[in-house]
């Protein structure tokens, strides 16, 4: 392992976890490297693109990170299987207000992958593509750590919390890899989550139906969920 790599890696990890600028001094602080050392790390990202200064002060991330990002994102065999059985479950879901989403988790993160919604959903709804979530705190990073060991699990969420959600994660795995999500923050806002099984290795990836008017389907064997799990397994098939 290089240790100047590992800090440059640090500090971009640290720059796209918050939207607003982080000045050198608040990196040196966080990362605990010394502010002469964040200083040409920046000054090295700068110039080639993966940062940029920001015009009140301070650094945020640069416009070549999208390259590598979406570079990656098309690499994905898993959004091009997706997309039309998510634009397919669209079509069933007629004027309500729900969109079709997929999520991986990403170096102790969930991440939003891809989404498809109707015409009539309200964009107060809708996340960003690669808006980023607790693992721990949503329905699909859930369902996900269901399918890891006790050391990925500690790795990813921690030791404490991985004990805390055992039973749930049980649970989970008797459900066939189902799990749901009622966002207090947002009213009526849900989410029903399936893993994406693979023919081969071990699930990375989500089939997420969130929005509204789900409350009364919670639960595995809802309409809505059998669904979710049903197209959950046609893109499994492909990937």
């Given at each position: 392992?290089?240790?100047?790599?590992?800090?440059?890696?640090?500090?971009?990890?640290?720059?796209?976890?918050?939207?607003?600028?982080?000045?050198?001094?608040?990196?040196?602080?966080?990362?605990?490297v010394d502010r002469t050392i964040i200083r040409r790390i920046l000054r090295t990202l700068e110039a080639e693109e993966f940062v940029e200064p920001a015009p009140g002060g301070g650094y945020l991330i640069g416009p070549r990170a999208l390259v590598f990002g979406n570079a990656y994102r098309e690499r994905l065999s898993l959004r091009s299987a997706a997309l039309p059985y998510m634009s397919d479950f669209v079509r069933t879901l007629g004027e309500r207000q729900?969109?079709?989403?997929?999520?991986?988790?990403?170096?102790?993160?969930?991440?939003?992958?891809?989404?498809?919604?109707?015409?009539?959903?309200?964009?107060?709804?809708?996340?960003?593509?690669?808006?980023?979530?607790?693992?721990?705190?949503?329905?699909?990073?859930?369902?996900?750590?269901?399918?890891?060991s006790r050391e990925e699990i500690a790795d990813t969420v921690g030791a404490?919390?991985?004990r805390k959600l055992e039973p749930r994660l049980i649970a989970i795995r008797a459900a066939g890899g189902v799990d749901f999500q009622r966002r207090p923050d947002q009213q009526g806002h849900c989410a029903?989550?399936?893993?994406?099984?693979?023919?081969?290795?071990?699930?990375?990836?989500?089939?997420?139906?969130?929005?509204l008017g789900l409350e009364d389907e919670l639960y595995p064997d809802s309409p809505s969920a059998?669904?979710?799990?049903?197209?959950?397994?046609?893109?499994?098939d492909l990937i």
């Open positions: 392992m290089l240790q100047s790599v590992e800090r440059a890696v640090a500090v971009l990890q640290a720059l796209a976890t918050q939207p607003s600028p982080r000045s050198i001094v608040d990196l040196a602080a966080s990362l605990g729900l969109m079709v989403s997929i999520a991986a988790v990403v170096h102790r993160e969930l991440l939003l992958v891809d989404q498809v919604w109707n015409p009539g959903m309200s964009l107060d709804l809708v996340f960003d593509v690669g808006s980023r979530f607790p693992v721990g705190q949503s329905a699909s990073g859930r369902a996900l750590l269901a399918y890891m404490e919390q991985g029903i989550a399936a893993v994406i099984f693979p023919r081969h290795g071990r699930p990375r990836s989500t089939l997420v139906l969130s929005g059998r669904q979710v799990r049903r197209y959950a397994d046609h893109i499994g």
